[in-house]
Antibody, heavy 118, light 105 residues
Framework: EVQLVEFGGDLAQPGGSLRLSCAAS????????MHWVRQAPGKGLEWIAF????????SYADSVKDRFIISRDNAKNSLYLQMNRLRVDDTAVYYCASGYSTKWVDYWGQGTLVTVST | SYELTQPPSVAVSPGQTGSITCSGDRLDNKYVAWYQQRPGQSPVLLIF???KRPSGIPERFSGSSSGNTATLTISGTQALDEADYYCQTWDTNMVFGGGTRLAVL
């Protein structure tokens, strides 16, 4: 059974940092492209970051570029999101998502809540 | 940046056929996927590459694309289909539509 389990969501102050992790199991992680997608309270889905299966290609949404860093460790079947210079509008549920193709998501995690507030 | 436009809400009667549209510039040149998100749950892939269904997705969910519009059609709509539905494509990056709330009335 495919599982994506996110960790690390928490309450953070504006300007602070958080690191999210995603543990993958039930599929060959190193063969899959990975994304982070977030959903602000009551809002729609927003793609924020992509890393290809080998880790050599990375892209970001403009809203998080230069603040967030996506990475992966294929030996540990894990995906990460380093979130720096957090803003109030970064408050959202963050989903780890995988796809055999770059162009869609096959599997989603259960999400982890990040709240940025004073 | 590329944009996908969906109607905010669609209503359908139980047992009837409902459709949700997704519009984008030259969308027929891109693959479209559709996701269902029930309240409090993670999204689930319903359709990929415009019309293909992953294993386990009921046949009453179908997808099509023509011109600038992709369509998700739900036949024999059931109460459990009440959810938010998102279209998605890939331009230079992944792009989601704003979502459509399907009400089964």
């Amino acid at each position: 059974e495919v599982q994506l389990v996110e960790f690390g969501g928490d309450l953070a102050q504006p300007g602070g940092s958080l690191r999210l992790s995603c543990a993958a199991s039930g599929f060959t992680f190193r063969d899959y492209e990975m994304h982070w997608v977030r959903q602000a309270p009551g809002k729609g889905l927003e793609w924020i970051a992509f890393i290809n299966s080998g880790g050599s290609t990375i892209s970001y949404a403009d809203s998080v570029k230069d603040r967030f860093i996506i990475s992966r460790d294929n030996a540990k079947n894990s995906l990460y999101l380093q979130m720096n210079r957090l803003r109030v509008d970064d408050t959202a549920v963050y989903y780890c998502a995988s796809g055999y193709s770059t162009k869609w998501v096959d599997y989603w995690g259960q999400g982890t809540l990040v709240t940025v507030s004073t | 940046s590329y944009e996908l436009t969906q109607p905010p809400s669609v209503a359908v009667s139980p047992g009837q056929t409902g459709s949700i549209t997704c519009s984008g510039d030259r969308l027929d040149n891109k693959y479209v996927a559709w996701y269902q998100q029930r309240p409090g749950q993670s999204p689930v892939l319903l359709i990929f590459q415009d019309y293909k269904r992953p294993s386990g997705i009921p046949e009453r969910f179908s997808g099509s694309s023509s011109g600038n519009t992709a369509t998700l059609t739900i036949s024999g709509t059931q109460a459990l289909d009440e959810a938010d539905y998102y279209c998605q494509t890939w331009d230079t990056n992944m792009v989601f539509g704003g979502g459509t709330r399907l009400a089964v009335l």
